[in-house]
Structures are given as structure tokens and as C-alpha cells.
């Protein structure tokens, strides 16, 4: 045991090798990026990279914040911890997005900068993640669609050209098989339980179901960088109707929401609900400004 340090100390587990870093949970705790060059791939534009990481990172980011205000109006405590732990996996992924967005583009902006002194405006997040949480069965059906989505994603992205988002991917591919695995376990009690929460689950995937095309929406970005993302909207419509068919419910028939002007959340259109998150996330960053904890 180390003595010196309480963290260290905690991620000591009997029987291991010491110095090997562990969670206070026992799983293991490495770095993804550790010995991963962080140099520009030859041929590979940082203004492209930059953007479409910025488009992964708010992604994250937004879905964090909502996650965590389940803290204390969860339905039972063990969803509070689980929801939670979930934010924190997607606020990992999200600050080593943006702190690459801010070396690919050469400005070298950090994660702080891109997440507590845009506008909402300038985050490039897809409006599936930005609306309020409504209530838990909502919060699910939400979270099935995008880590099903995000999943299949991350799956390709572990062979992408830029190192440093392949090991965020590779990394994010485990994390996101838990967050699927999770929505997909309360979508099946929730619609497989009683009457009630039967009719609140079909609600929630009704609510959420128009914002799911825009993950399937190529941006030109993605285009110009080999990711389209329309290429995942067969698999994954069909893990999803897997799914939802299983929980004794029925697939969604809604239209996909508007787009405004032909633009969406990738363009920098949003719905009124991201300028409210952006205000609570921002708000200690910005009445104190340089200030550090």
C-alpha cells in the first residue's frame, strides 16, 4: 500500500502487481492516448479533423450534461451512480475530441477553451443530444439511439487515419458497448413491466425518434474525410428495431425534424433547449474568468 497518497493508495488492489493504476471499482484505468503521436498525419487536413472532432466532442459533451442532472431524480440510487458514470465516460471522450480539435486546427486551443467560451451557435453538436431529458424512459430511449449510433461509429473509426481519434475510438467502442447494453436492459424492462411503463417507453422513443436521422445526415465534412455516416443507417435502424420489437413495442413511424434552412446541429443550428444547457455548464467559467480548481 502507498501511504503517502489517499488516490493512489485507493487504486492499489490486493494482489496486483504494484504501481499498476486501477479503478477504485477494479477496472482497469490506462490512458488511451498514452505513446499515440500527435502529429498531423501526412495528407489528412487539420481544419477538416479539427471540425469533425468538434462534431464528436460536443456530441459528448451535451449528452453529458443531461446525463448528470439525473443526479438526485433518478428513480432509485444504483441509476443515479449508473447515469452518472455514464456522463463521465462521454465527458472523457469529449475532452480528448476538443483538445485535439485544438491541435489539428493549429490554434491550440484546449478543452476548456472550446467548451466553456462558445456560443451555442458555434458547437457543431446534433440536436438528438440537446433537447431536456423528459422523463426516464425518454432519457433511455435517447441514450439507445445514440450509443447503438455512436457504437457503430466508434467501430470504424478505431481504423481511422488520425492516431489520435483511431485511440479515442478504440477506447470509446468499449465504453459505448456499456452504455448500449444499459439502454438496451431498460428498454426491455420498461416495455416487457407493466402497462404503464410500457406506454411511457413507446412515448420516450416516439419523442426522440424524429432527431435520430440527423446522426445519418453526411456533413461535408465528414464527406471530404471517408466518414459518412449514412453508410451506418441499414445496421443500425435494424440493431434498433431488434431491440425495440423484443421490448414488445413499436418502431417509431415520426418523420425526421426539420431542417432549417437545409442546416441542423452540424451547421450550428439548434434548438432554444442548447443555449439553456450552455448557460448552466458555462456559468462558473464564465463569472470567473483564469480562475483555477
Not at 44 to 72: N, S
Not at 94 to 122: C, K, M, N, P, V
Not at 128 to 145: C, H, K, M, S, Y
Amino acid at each position: 500500500m502507498t501511504d503517502d497518497h489517499v488516490y493512489l493508495t485507493l487504486s492499489e488492489a490486493p494482489g496486483e502487481p504494484e504501481g499498476e493504476a486501477r479503478w477504485a471499482y477494479g477496472t482497469g484505468f490506462a490512458d488511451p492516448l498514452l505513446g499515440v503521436d500527435t502529429a498531423l498525419p501526412p495528407g489528412l487536413d487539420g481544419a477538416d479533423l479539427a471540425a469533425y472532432c468538434l462534431m464528436l466532442g460536443d456530441d459528448a459533451l451535451v449528452l453529458a450534461q443531461r446525463l448528470i442532472e439525473w443526479c438526485t431524480r433518478a428513480p432509485e440510487l444504483e441509476e443515479e451512480v449508473a447515469l452518472a458514470n455514464l456522463a463521465l465516460d462521454l465527458l472523457g471522450q469529449s475532452r480528448q475530441l476538443l483538445t485535439r480539435a485544438g491541435q489539428a486546427d493549429g490554434t491550440g486551443r484546449g478543452e476548456d477553451d472550446f467548451a466553456y467560451w462558445r456560443e451555442d451557435h458555434e458547437f457543431r453538436n446534433v440536436r438528438l443530444v440537446e433537447g431536456p431529458n423528459g422523463d426516464f424512459a425518454q432519457t433511455i430511449a435517447r441514450l439507445l439511439l445514440f450509443s447503438t449510433a455512436r457504437h457503430a461509429l466508434y467501430e470504424r473509426l478505431a481504423g481511422f487515419a488520425d492516431p489520435v481519434l483511431a485511440a479515442v475510438a478504440a477506447r470509446g467502442v468499449k465504453e459505448l458497448a456499456y452504455h448500449r447494453e444499459y439502454a438496451t436492459s431498460w428498454t426491455l424492462r420498461l416495455g416487457g413491466g407493466t402497462e404503464y411503463s410500457a406506454e411511457r417507453m413507446q412515448a420516450g422513443l416516439t419523442a426522440v425518434w424524429p432527431l435520430l436521422d440527423e446522426l445519418f445526415t453526411a456533413h461535408p465534412v465528414e464527406i471530404r474525410l471517408g466518414a459518412d455516416p449514412a453508410e451506418l443507417r441499414g445496421p443500425v435502424l435494424a440493431e434498433l428495431a431488434e431491440v425495440i420489437t423484443e421490448a414488445g413495442l413499436a418502431v417509431p413511424a415520426a418523420a425526421p425534424m426539420a431542417r432549417v434552412g437545409g442546416r441542423a446541429g452540424r451547421d450550428g443550428v439548434h434548438t432554444e433547449a442548447l443555449g439553456l444547457l450552455l448557460a448552466e455548464l458555462q456559468v462558473v467559467a464564465r463569472a470567473h474568468p483564469g480562475a483555477t480548481w
